[in-house]
């Protein structure tokens, strides 16, 4: 009755030949590509350098007065704009200013990158729904694949640093807003679409002037997942070297340090809230927008 308690398995060595197999794989690939891999990304890396080397050496009042303004812009609201504001300065008295603006600098071009990503693959979902349900699939996986699986191959092929950190927090955060693209899409009322065909629209302009407008409130929705998923793929980055508060975290963790590891995680809040208010408030005034022209 042994058989009815201890799962079958494939053979031991069996596995463990495939496991050498492919681990065997992805090192000779990068002691042969390695090299060719790392110049491919080069040019990546220099924009990480370009955004970081512009927020991290911008005067702080001007770093204040911008997020403010985008604040304002988004929300509409001196609340949203106060918070924003309130929040930047208490990190920054906490001496957390120069690892906040690392952080917020690779969130921001993560952000963009999955965005630039994301909604043509969205789009491309919506029109082609066989080659949709593979992505579907796809996306399925990469959402409840652990985080820390990200890191594994990035390592092997890149080494540390901020590119591979990089390339792990984007693709962990690109799927909400490939999913809500395609969603956003799909929820266009069919009658507005009909509309379209009857005045002549071709696909094209159907797409552009009518379904995105349309469907912007709900890939702002994705967008704001997107941030946030950025946000804290960011925090387990540090472990592959990105700096940022989520390496003063991680030290706060291997030294003990309760105090540190509270104001580290007090700052990575305060980015966190900051960043889902605004994209959250322009969600709802483009949502207002488009109740108003129904």
Same mark, same amino acid.
């Given at each position: 009755?042994?058989?009815?308690?201890?799962?079958?398995?494939?053979?031991?060595?069996?596995?463990?030949?495939?496991?050498?197999?492919?681990?065997?794989?992805?090192?000779?690939?990068?002691?042969?590509?390695?090299?060719?891999?790392?110049?491919?990304?080069?040019?990546?890396?220099?924009?990480?350098?370009?955004?970081?080397?512009?927020?991290?050496?911008?005067?702080?009042?001007?770093?204040?007065?911008?997020?403010?303004?985008?604040?304002?812009?988004?929300?509409?609201?001196?609340?949203?704009?106060?918070?924003?504001?309130?929040?930047?300065?208490?990190?920054?008295?906490?001496?957390?200013?120069?690892?906040?603006?690392?952080?917020?600098?690779?969130?921001?071009?993560?952000?963009?990158?999955? $965005? !630039?990503?994301?909604?043509?693959?969205?789009?491309?979902? #919506?029109? &082609?729904?066989? *080659? %949709?349900?593979? =992505?579907?699939?796809?996306?399925?996986?990469?959402?409840?694949?652990?985080?820390?699986?990200?890191?594994?191959?990035?390592?092997?092929?890149?080494?540390?640093?901020?590119?591979?950190?990089?390339?792990?927090?984007?693709?962990?955060?690109?799927?909400?807003?490939?999913?809500?693209?395609?969603?956003?899409?799909?929820?266009?009322?069919?009658?507005?679409?009909?509309?379209?065909?009857?005045?002549?629209?071709?696909?094209?302009?159907?797409?552009?002037?009518?379904?995105?407008?349309?469907?912007?409130?709900?890939?702002?929705?994705?967008?704001?997942?997107?941030?946030?998923?950025?946000?804290?793929?960011?925090?387990?980055?540090?472990?592959?070297?990105?700096?940022?508060?989520?390496?003063?975290?991680?030290?706060? $963790? !291997?030294?003990?340090?309760?105090?540190?590891?509270?104001? #580290?995680? &007090?700052?990575? *809040? %305060?980015?966190? =809230?900051?960043?889902?208010?605004?994209?959250?408030?322009?969600?709802?005034?483009?949502?207002?927008?488009?109740?108003?022209?129904?």
């Amino acid at each position: 009755m042994e058989w009815l308690f201890k799962f079958p398995q494939l053979d031991a060595d069996f596995l463990l030949t495939i496991k050498r197999a492919t681990d065997g794989s992805l090192r000779s690939l990068t002691r042969l590509y390695g090299d060719t891999i790392e110049n491919f990304f080069y040019p990546l890396q220099q924009v990480l350098i370009f955004f970081e080397d512009i927020i991290t050496g911008s005067p702080w009042p001007l770093v204040i007065v911008v997020l403010a303004g985008v604040a304002w812009f988004a929300a509409r609201r001196w609340s949203v704009v106060a918070a924003v504001v309130g929040t930047l300065i208490a990190i920054g008295l906490l001496g957390l200013w120069q690892d906040a603006m690392k952080t917020i600098s690779l969130v921001f071009t993560a952000t963009v990158f999955s $965005i !630039a990503l994301g909604m043509p693959l969205g789009i491309f979902m #919506n029109r &082609f729904q066989r *080659v %949709g349900a593979v =992505i579907q699939t796809v996306l399925d996986v990469m959402q409840t694949m652990p985080p820390f699986v990200y890191l594994i191959p990035v390592v092997m092929l890149l080494g540390i640093g901020r590119v591979p950190g990089f390339i792990a927090v984007v693709i962990y955060a690109v799927p909400p807003i490939i999913r809500l693209t395609d969603l956003g899409i799909r929820l266009v009322d069919k009658e507005v679409l009909e509309a379209a065909d009857a005045y002549g629209c071709s696909r094209g302009q159907k797409l552009w002037k009518v379904q995105m407008p349309l469907a912007m409130p709900t890939i702002m929705a994705g967008v704001n997942q997107t941030i946030m998923m950025a946000l804290g793929m960011v925090v387990i980055a540090s472990m592959i070297g990105v700096q940022g508060l989520g390496l003063n975290v991680l030290q706060a $963790i !291997a030294n003990q340090y309760f105090t540190q590891g509270i104001f #580290n995680g &007090f700052a990575i *809040v %305060g980015i966190a =809230i900051i960043f889902d208010r605004t994209s959250q408030a322009y969600g709802r005034r483009l949502q207002m927008r488009q109740a108003t022209r129904a």
